[in-house]
């Protein structure tokens, strides 16, 4: 075969080559409320192999979600807490249009291994922090949120007045639930999505539907992200009907499409 001959063929493989390559995986930077990493973290890694895109997460308290965003860190994904995002939304920080509901997370009861709590009724929940000689859930002032639904359970229980002699404000997740374990502390109310933060806790269950408050958490795509597409696939992703098991599997309804 001539080199003219041969030519045409050199191009057609090199088109082939060309048309038939990977695109450039993309590195999508999300901040996030830290009630969703454990999820997102474990959907994100099946996103991955199936994409080529990956994925890195900053799990931080909603409030800190609000300092990081507002300070103009550059990020290709914010998920936080649905007001939030609404505010967001109305300082023009998003790309119009990519605000969903993602996730919501209500609260439930922290307790040392090996105890068991009837948490079936509102009557048997009641009476299982009465019967608490110490309780704790976290000090809204972090900057989280589980502290004031935690708030909004006792209150809904009618237990606002009853359990503010033995209740003791912790710093953070681990740290309340670290008393938990050593037993200075019965029981704990936190995110379903935070228990277990420490060895030798469980989850004794969420309380029960009728005091039940949660926390809904949306997700959007910065102004700044000038290329959103990969960005929207993992939204998509998470929101799959595949997906639903692994957040039930972390303590959290998925809500999204």
Do not use: C
Request: zero cysteines; hydrophobic letters at 45%.
């Amino acid at each position: 075969m001539s080199h003219r001959s041969r030519l045409p063929v050199l191009i057609a493989a090199t088109l082939l080559l060309v048309t038939t390559a990977p695109a450039t995986a993309a590195e999508i930077k999300v901040v996030n409320a830290n009630a969703l990493t454990i999820a997102m973290k474990e959907l994100a890694a099946d996103f991955t192999k199936a994409t080529g895109h990956t994925v890195s997460f900053i799990g931080v308290s909603p409030g800190q979600v609000d300092q990081r965003v507002r300070a103009g860190e550059v990020y290709d994904i914010v998920i936080n807490a649905a007001p939030s995002i609404d505010a967001y939304e109305k300082e023009g920080r998003l790309r119009a249009g990519t605000a969903r509901p993602l996730a919501r997370v209500g609260i439930g009861l922290a307790v040392r291994e090996g105890v068991k709590l009837d948490l079936s009724t509102v009557d048997a929940t009641r009476k299982a922090i009465l019967d608490a000689k110490a309780i704790t859930y976290s000090d809204s002032s972090t900057g989280g949120l589980s502290g004031i639904n935690a708030a909004k359970v006792l209150a809904n229980l009618g237990l606002t007045e009853a359990v503010k002699a033995k209740t003791k404000l912790s710093g953070g997740l681990a740290n309340g639930q670290e008393l938990i374990a050593k037993g200075e502390i019965d029981l704990g109310l936190f995110n379903v999505s935070e228990i277990p933060r420490a060895p030798g806790v469980v989850l004794a269950g969420p309380v029960p539907a009728a005091v039940q408050v949660y926390i809904n958490y949306s997700a959007a795509v910065p102004a700044t992200n000038t290329a959103p597409e990969p960005a929207l696939a993992l939204l998509k992703y998470f929101a799959r009907p595949a997906a639903r098991p692994v957040w039930d599997k972390a303590g959290l309804e998925v809500v999204g499409e």
